[in-house]
């Protein structure tokens, strides 16, 4: 079977790649060139920007593949490009969407393929539900087969999952270790799935030239549910300690970090519990077993393998520092203040990032830098 990514070494897509190897797939991968040297040498790597479009279709003139994955469309003209080029040139496109599409739930209510997908709260999952209709509408034009996958939130070696979305995933386990406090959002009673990358390949791989999956949606998702706050305690508990938790309504949150409002109020602040008797009906190898307190083991080793892994964003680190402290302060919350600076496991916090954090608790020099940011 032959296979292109498009992407490929993201924390979902890694381990699809390496199940595809495994099986002893013929693998390419259209990317920049910027992060290969963990690629398997096995995979054939097509150096290129995928949104030029005339320079990747000068690249593969004259190749055909089976599947084509796409894991970097996130608006329409970024999806209407890619088929462009690939409209008749693979048997099955498969797109990767999100599980953020479907409406808010009630309590206890389990998602399935039909609930509606209509989830307009927020611009990420809006946009992928446009891209959903752009392969229905090309699939009229063209004949051209496809499959759409709307995965949730993962994990893998590499990807702690974090509550409040840090850029650098040592970060939420950094403060952690150093009792600082965790942020989570109303309690963090939400329910969530927590899918282990690797066990959600083996659902992606088996929809593979699967007949019974052209023009369909699959979510691929763990059957186990846990709230948030115990996928902190989990995560802690893997670190050899117990959080300390900072209890902030998700409003107050949205007020202070704006850019937050989406994720909660479209995604993690509600519940996301899934049925997976779809995906398990046409791919019965698919068993996503790996509940999460034993799972997220296994990613803190990793990290704890080598410590040049373990990197800090210290500008988010900062911004939640204020965060907190703020929310204490207004809500006459004792806390202790030692908590709230800025402290690293097994480093040396060198100026630069000393310089970050301050940055970032201080809102008056925060905002001077996005100022500066948009005039560079």
């Not at 992060?35 to 000068?58: A, L, P, T």
């Not at 709260?121 to 009229?140: G, I, Q, R, T």
């Not at 939400?190 to 369909?216: D, H, M, P, S």
């Not at 709230?227 to 007020?255: G, M, Q, R």
Request: proline share 2%; hydrophobic share 35%; aromatic share 10%.
């Amino acid at each position: 079977m032959k296979i292109l990514f498009i992407g490929g070494t993201g924390v979902l897509s890694t381990d699809i790649v390496k199940l595809c190897v495994k099986k002893e797939y013929e693998v390419y991968m259209i990317n920049r060139g910027h992060n290969n040297k963990n690629v398997d040498k096995k995979v054939n790597i097509i150096i290129g920007d995928i949104n030029d479009k005339e320079s990747i279709k000068e690249k593969i003139e004259g190749m055909t593949f089976d599947v084509v994955i796409d894991f970097l469309s996130y608006m329409e003209n970024e999806l209407k490009s890619k088929l462009e080029i690939f409209n008749n040139k693979c048997e099955q496109y498969i797109f990767i969407s999100s599980a953020t599409v479907y409406r808010k739930t009630e309590k206890g209510e389990r998602i399935t393929e039909k609930t509606e997908a209509s989830n307009h709260e927020w611009d990420y999952s809006d946009n992928k539900l446009k891209c959903e209709k752009v392969l229905e509408e090309n699939y009229k034009k063209t004949g051209q087969k496809y499959t759409i996958v709307r995965p949730y939130i993962t994990y893998s070696e590499k990807r702690i999952p974090d509550m409040a979305i840090s850029p650098k995933k040592w970060t939420l386990a950094n403060r952690i270790i150093n009792q600082k406090p965790v942020l989570l959002w109303d309690d963090g009673q939400a329910r969530c799935t927590l899918t282990q990358t690797k066990e959600f390949a083996v659902g992606i791989v088996g929809l593979f030239l699967n007949e019974k999956a052209y023009q369909e949606v699959f979510h691929i998702t763990t059957d186990h549910t846990l709230t948030w706050k115990e996928a902190t305690i989990y995560i802690a508990k893997a670190l050899e300690t117990e959080p300390i938790i900072a209890n902030v309504p998700s409003d107050y949150i949205i007020n202070v970090m704006p850019e937050y409002k989406g994720v909660l109020k479209a995604d993690k602040g509600i519940d996301r519990e899934f049925d997976n008797s779809k995906i398990k009906s046409i791919v019965p190898e698919f068993n996503a077993k790996t509940k999460f307190e034993d799972g997220i083991k296994e990613t803190i080793e990793y990290y704890k393998e080598d410590t040049k892994r373990q990197e800090v964003d210290y500008l988010w680190d900062g911004r939640v520092d204020r965060l907190i402290k703020k929310y204490y302060k207004q809500n006459n919350i004792e806390y202790d203040k030692k908590s709230l600076s800025v402290k690293s496991y097994k480093e040396d916090i060198n100026l630069k990032n000393k310089i970050k954090y301050y940055i970032g608790k201080n809102i008056v020099l925060y905002k001077l830098m996005q100022i500066i940011r948009k005039l560079v």
